[in-house]
């Protein structure tokens, strides 16, 4: 099932297909994210829009429909924001400085959402998983040519997809009595 | 001079038109800011964008646009976003999270824009203000009733518009060599 | 091996005899930590000392040799921080207040010595795994009855012993490319 | 009146002597902080206990006795934690680390201090102030020798004492409704 995110109507078209072919949703991992490799002072209006609307509002729409499919069915689901290091920090490269912000803003969002969902008495889940540079087409579609992409994998540190993996099956694997609330996970060899 | 902030030609308008008729922007305070009484399960998409074309897009692009115009005359200006304690809290109040998040943006942004300044050898200053709840119509436009937002402000420790403006005067008139990167202040009886 | 970690001596001892007896230390879990019931306007110096002597100043002497241990024998370890969720906010009761400080301090040695670490091209790992309220004998060594203890798990959300082991153990079986920062997790129904 | 602020007993002469001759005190400003040229792991128990002791130990103890000088005559005074932009952030300076943990243990007390005060339903305000390098005898007692000391002064941006004087004069000045949490300042010029 193709679908864009930063579409609503797509996003809520997904979710009603979900709960006709599937019944509903169970765990919904917020992985989507995307940069555009430019400082604040270069930034556009349209690239900022851009960024905002997928990793922040399709984040809080999916998050939206997946805890209201949840609750229809007395579920005690899962959602899962995969953050980022610089959702912690505030790396000196000022061409991700704006995705930067969207990620701290995304911090904010993960205890804000624990904390409705413990005033809702609910027993529905909420984690991050906040990794530093993961090997992925990212910094391609970030405005970077295909060569500046993977030589900068190869020159630095990085996670392969597999390694989030192993932290979101960390969090999702804990008993009931446990929330992981956030897993920071970087490149051993990572500088910042 | 009227401008809805959100619009960004009304923007550049603005800004075309100091130009034109001031010369330029010397001194830049990024002091729009609202929220919706919605919690994160209970927003729309429309809300969310609403609320981040003013508190963040807007921000950046008056930012962007006040930078360049004292770049352009040599002036070593000021930036000031008018940032909130929630930027630097997360009160366990879920009809503010959405905004809380918008705000922990900010402070990222200002630290970001501060780095990127630093980087380029430029002495353009920038500073953050961070209150707590201010008695203005903040609340009204936020979707209470005058009614309910008279009470709030009436039964909530605030501060008014004034004591935002001491600090602001604190940080503009701070010798050349000495940046004040964030006051935080709240009303002295707040719990949060 | 019985060890009173806030004596200097005592620490210096074991890991001589660590090293004679099993050559040498390649994992470091930094576990012990307390607090007495006492807010800031309470306490007494003799409480300040005795808790940072055993969350700060054992946990870095600990951490020194350790780190001493492996370089000496060219092995690639790994120092883990047993910190808290009182490490990253600080909940509203006073009575924890000052060992709530405590472990904001260990928050920032994690990534000092990270940075350190990783300055010196070394290898080594280090981790945090930063958990809330775990059944423990930690309220009753920090001044509560054996009742009042029981009482208070039994009332207040609360992890067990085993699930920190879990968390401990992703972190230690990272891959040598990964190291994870830190794990914040939390009692499900814990409202901080 | 000269004071070994470590020596717990000249603390408590100290509040003695100014209870006798000036009845008390009515505001408290906690200057005093020192640190030693070491890194984690260069550093020793006895440097790090005699950081703590003056950093942490002395710092709760003086806040302690002037709130209760305070309440005993019934005056809404201030207290003020001179705190660091170490306080904020971890700059990548091994030789500070340890310093800047027991700064990071500050900002928290900061925070703790004033929600033990509200719970108490007290008027009594703190305010940190947290600046960057200011030109002192800082780096000297540090262990630097008299010239390193001055040439670090004047490769690397600092501040002068009247700089922080000036944002302590903007927190005490400010009305009796109005709390200021805590102004962070840095050199204009500083990367950090």
Chains 1, 2, 3, 4 share one sequence.
């Not at 209006?45 to 805890?67: F, G, M, Q, Y």
Request: with cysteine; hydrophobic share 40%.
């Amino acid at each position: 099932m193709k679908c864009d995110l930063t579409k609503d109507d797509q996003v809520l078209d997904m979710f009603a297909r979900i709960k006709q072919d599937l019944g509903g949703v169970d765990v919904c991992i917020n992985n989507a994210g995307m940069s555009v490799v430019k400082s604040l002072l270069e930034g556009t209006p349209e690239d900022w829009r851009k960024i905002l609307d997928l990793n922040v509002v399709a984040l809080c729409l999916c998050t939206r429909e997946a805890v209201a499919s949840m609750k229809e069915r007395g579920v005690d689901g899962h959602i899962i924001h995969i953050n980022s290091i610089n959702g912690h920090c505030i790396p000196p490269q000022p061409v991700s400085h704006f995705y930067t912000g969207t990620k701290h803003m995304v911090t904010a969002l993960t205890e804000a959402l624990r904390q409705e969902l413990r005033q809702a008495n609910s027993n529905i889940k909420i984690s991050a998983i906040s990794p530093g540079l993961v090997e992925t087409e990212f910094l391609m579609r970030a405005g970077r040519t295909p060569e500046a992409a993977r030589q900068m994998y190869q020159e630095m540190p990085s996670l392969q997809a597999d390694d989030v993996t192993d932290s979101l099956i960390h969090a999702l694997s804990a008993p009931p009595h446990v929330q992981v609330h956030d897993i920071i996970v970087r490149p051993a060899k990572s500088v910042n």
